[in-house]
Nanobody, 127 residues
Framework: QLQLVESGGGLVQPGGSLTLSCAAS????????IGWFRQAPGKEREGVSC????????YYVESVKGRFAISRDNAKNMVYLQMNSLKPDDTGVYYC????????????????????WGQGTQVTVSS
């Protein structure tokens, strides 16, 4: 059974940092593209970052460039999103999503390109 589990969310003050983790299991392929998405109340789900299955291609939405960093450890089936200099606008439920069908050095920031989703983890940036 394909499963993605996010962790690491929480409440943090503006300027603080969090590291989100996405644990993947049950995939028939060893590697797959992973995307991080977020959804704030009343807003559409937004692509935040993604990383290709072999890790050479990454993407960041403009608003997080220079502050967030995505990485993966394929030996552990883990993907991480390091979030620094957090702002109130970063608040939302963060989801990781996987697609085993993408080309090895490609990933997408579009939610409709992903078939498998985790349950999400809440990130709240507030003083």
């Amino acid at each position: 059974q394909l499963q993605l589990v996010e962790s690491g969310g929480g409440l943090v003050q503006p300027g603080g940092s969090l590291t989100l983790s996405c644990a993947a299991s049950g995939f028939t392929r060893d590697v797959y593209a992973i995307g991080w998405f977020r959804q704030a109340p009343g807003k559409e789900r937004e692509g935040v970052s993604c990383i290709s299955s072999i890790g050479f291609t990454t993407y960041y939405v403009e608003s997080v460039k220079g502050r967030f960093a995505i990485s993966r450890d394929n030996a552990k089936n883990m993907v991480y999103l390091q979030m620094n200099s957090l702002k109130p606008d970063d608040t939302g439920v963060y989801y990781c999503a996987a697609d085993p069908q993408m080309a090895p050095d490609y990933c997408s920031g579009a939610p409709y390109d992903y078939d498998h989703w985790g349950q999400g983890t809440q990130v709240t940036v507030s003083s």
